[in-house]
């Protein structure tokens, strides 16, 4: 089919459906798509590279998380086009076009699972699943106005998915509908039906609603208002997370920049702390997963990710005990503030999606700011969902909502509680 009609999300399109059953299965009739970083047998996983494909096998077994979706009876559509090596967050490929934003033609829709988020917000398809190490599903959905969930690590089987970094990795999922999301979690994440519980308290991270470039009364105060409507105004609760986290978590000291306690772009220096940590970690471990491939392969990549990709296979193990160490404390730390039942809200990125032809794979810049916020659920391996608030100044606005390890049913139904009063609040301030 013309790129122009599917937005330049797929890599190949084609039509599985599941083996058929005398049940009424959990996805029956609904259609996904799968980021080209899973194996389906018979196909090339691409990775995201033509020279990846080029030295790869057709796969002889398929994903354990896709197998999944077809048992649970959802029929899956093609593979979906993805940043090079799951390198970068926006979502430019440069060997296989960067798919359109159907919220935003003008801007990134964001990556590296690009092409399934575009799939979804196109409605060429019902959900599909992408991977998040970095933020490679909150970013896109985020960028595309809509749902997208990071589970906790672990929780969803990442056999069969190349690996980018296995401290961090995830299978991650995209949808329209928050209750065909909590279906598809159902399944990925083997979960039972629960009856949804009420969250003990909704904590607002007020240095990072204050960072971000959309005001908070149509972010933070959407989720406030929809927070007291459903559950009282005691639930709502605030902090100063950057504070927090730096009393909290002492390893951080390790990833202060030296005599630059502020950053230049007002970050606290805790979260900035957190990002070099994690960053650090995933270099190493991208560079023990790939690095002999990459430099006896040698492979075309795009402006900006060479030079990252080939930083990363020379980086060294200095420090490496120290990223683990944050991961650690942090992980406790926020165990202890949100309990069982408590909610982090923080904005899924600090900035909007950056315009198509600024090609921001090529400036650190745009990394830095949004990855301080989106390594709070990744170096804790806490679960996220970002959820869309529909548009300020012509792009996609989202919140995300942080809930602590293993809690990913009780995330994904107050996803489906909050959704309606949420879009119902936003709506009002645009009468």
């Known amino acids: 089919m013309a790129k122009s009609s599917e937005f330049g999300a797929f890599m190949e399109k084609f039509t599985l459906q599941p083996s058929p059953s005398q049940h009424q299965l959990p996805l029956s009739g609904l259609s996904f798509a799968v980021k080209d970083i899973f194996d389906i047998e018979g196909y090339v996983t691409g990775f995201g590279n033509p020279d990846w494909a080029r030295t790869h096998s057709a796969a002889t077994t398929t994903a354990q998380a896709v197998a999944d979706l077809f048992t649970a009876g959802a029929t899956c559509l093609g593979k979906t086009v993805m940043d090079e090596m799951a390198y970068c967050m926006y979502g430019v490929n440069k060997h296989y076009g960067t798919p359109t934003n159907p919220c935003a033609p003008d801007r990134v829709p964001g990556g590296s699972s690009s092409g399934s988020a575009v799939a979804v917000a196109a409605m060429l398809v019902d959900f599909s699943v992408g991977t998040d190490t970095g933020a490679s599903v909150r970013v896109p959905a985020s960028y595309c ?3 997208g969930f990071r589970p906790s690590l672990g929780a969803v089987s990442t056999v069969g998915v190349v690996p980018m970094s296995q401290s961090f990795d995830t299978v991650g999922w995209f949808a329209r509908d928050p209750i065909i999301l909590n279906r598809v979690g159902r399944v990925l994440l083997h979960l039972p039906d629960v009856d949804p519980i009420k969250p003990s308290q909704i904590i607002i991270a007020e240095d990072c ?8 009364d149509r972010t933070a105060q959407v ?6 409507k459903l559950f009282g105004a005691q639930c709502v609760k605030h902090i100063i997370l950057g504070d927090y986290v730096k009393d909290k978590v002492p390893s951080l000291q390790h990833f202060m920049d030296k005599g630059n306690e502020d950053q230049e772009d007002n970050m606290p220096s805790s979260l900035a702390a957190i990002s070099h940590a994690v960053r650090l970690l995933q270099r190493f471990e991208f560079r023990n997963n790939h690095g002999e491939w990459v430099t006896k392969v040698n492979p075309d990549f795009g402006p900006g990710l060479h030079e990252r990709i080939w930083d990363a296979v020379k980086v060294t193990g200095e420090n490496i005990d120290f990223s683990h160490l944050v991961r650690t404390e942090l992980r406790a730390a926020l165990t202890a503030l949100l309990g069982d039942h408590g909610i982090l809200a923080l904005p899924t990125t600090p900035g909007e999606p950056p315009k198509v032809q600024e090609n921001p794979g090529e400036s650190d810049v745009f990394f830095s700011r949004p ?7 990744g170096a804790s391996g806490f679960c996220q969902v970002s959820i869309p608030l529909g548009m300020y100044d012509d792009v996609p606005v989202a919140i995300s909502l942080v809930a602590k390890h293993g809690s990913d049913a009780f995330l994904l139904n107050l996803v489906e509680t909050l959704y309606d009063t949420l879009q119902e609040e936003t709506r009002k301030l645009k009468e």
């Open 209 to 216: 609603f204050r960072l971000s470039n959309v005001p908070s």
């Open 371 to 377: 990855f301080s916020f989106l390594s709070i659920a």
């Open 145 to 147: 106005g809509i749902l």
């Open 223 to 228: 989720l406030v208002k929809s927070t007291e």
